[in-house]
């Protein structure tokens, strides 16, 4: 189903780009990098085009704070 504001299904919103999850976190292009291909950060990449999952990014970094697997 739509977002009424922009158009878009509300599951592509969900998926950022590098830099707006570098916004949200408040860290460097390169810490995220570093994180994700140390397992601790869950992408989606197509290619060269790598997505993040929001929700998803938000609950493991919870569980990761937690102590949790």
Not at 27 to 56: D, F, M, Q
Request: glycine fraction near 8%; hydrophobic fraction near 35%.
């Amino acid at each position: 189903m739509p977002d009424a504001a922009t158009g878009k299904s509300k599951l592509a919103t969900d998926f950022i780009d590098t830099l707006e999850l570098c916004r949200r976190l408040g860290c460097s292009r390169r810490t995220t990098t570093n994180l994700r291909e140390r397992g601790k950060l869950p992408a989606v990449i197509l290619g060269r085009l790598v997505r993040y999952h929001w929700p998803t990014v938000e609950a493991t970094l919870l569980r990761q704070q937690t102590g949790q697997p």
